[in-house]
């Protein structure tokens, strides 16, 4: 279900992009129809019964360029979000799988640790890299040598993982353990809903996100403070909101005790 979700997003943003990409064109072929109909360098006759279409016709014409640089200015706007969306590999909490990604992340970054503190134990006691080594841990550690030069008297280099990379990966493994812990004691939150000042507020575990329905449209100071404590107005739902946390529960009931 995440996936499918996932995948409707990136194609309800190239579809608009298309849509952009359709109207530029509309925009672009009535600039020309316009234009081809306008004599070349025919001057604006003062006072002639035409100067009033000839100014028109300069306006539509301008309107529609701007309407078509505009489209065109979206379509990209949307496909590049859609590329990013395609390209991130970032797991979603909105993810019902993200606790086990994360898990296999965890493993994986433990290995690359402990793989980095062997090569460190054998460059110490032999002065080389080992044999046997996995191309892309080899090519980390000779591009550190490389920028890390040698030192001392000896000449000898210095470690192919200096210790900030390990405490770097360390820093990262600790994180996403906490994350885990964070996610797993979620995993029995339940959707609920309440009212207040006649806003509907909806605690959705489910796509993860705290969603505010107004019975009308916000005055626009609300949706000022809405927009400033991070939610955002989603058509498709037709609601204001953002991703669950207290912090989401708390800045909205704050905004909504100030609605009349």
């Known amino acids: 279900m995440y996936e499918e979700r996932r995948q409707a997003r990136i194609d309800g943003l190239r579809n608009a992009a298309s849509r952009s990409l359709i ?20 001057p604006i006759l003062v006072g002639h019964h035409s100067e009033k279409h000839h100014r028109r016709d300069i306006e539509r014409m301008d309107n529609a360029l701007r309407g078509a640089v505009e489209e065109r200015e979206k379509a990209e706007c949307y496909t590049e979000r859609a590329e990013a969306a395609e390209s991130n590999r970032t797991i979603s909490s909105d993810d019902p799988q993200a606790a086990e990604k994360i ?16 090569v460190n134990k054998t460059f110490k006691q032999t002065g080389r890299l080992p044999e046997e080594l996995p191309e892309k841990v080899k090519a980390a550690a000779l591009n550190n040598m490389a920028v890390w030069g040698k030192t001392g008297l000896t000449g000898t280099y ?3 993982f200096p210790s900030y990379e390990l ?5 990262n493994i600790s994180r996403l353990r906490k994350r885990v812990l964070k996610l797993e004691a979620h995993k029995e ?18 796509e993860n996100r705290l969603q505010l329905f ?26 204001w909101q953002r991703q669950r946390s207290n912090a989401a529960s708390y800045q909205a009931e704050e905004i909504i005790k100030e609605v009349k």
Request: proline residues 6%; hydrophobic residues 30%; charged residues 25%.
């Open 103 to 118: 898990k296999a992340k965890i493993a994986g970054l433990e290995a690359n640790q402990e793989l980095m503190k062997s």
């Open 23 to 42: 109207k530029a064109d509309s925009h672009s072929r009535r600039f020309h129809s316009i234009s081809d109909m306008i004599p070349f360098g025919q």
């Open 158 to 160: 210095k470690l192919p």
């Open 189 to 206: 939150d339940v959707t609920t809903e309440k009212e207040v000042n006649g806003v509907k507020i909806v605690d959705n575990v489910f």
């Open 167 to 171: 405490t770097n990966n360390n820093g």
């Open 214 to 239: 107004f019975p009308s449209i916000p005055t626009v100071e609300t949706r000022t403070k809405l927009k400033r404590s991070g939610f955002h107005w989603s058509p498709s739902v037709g609601c």
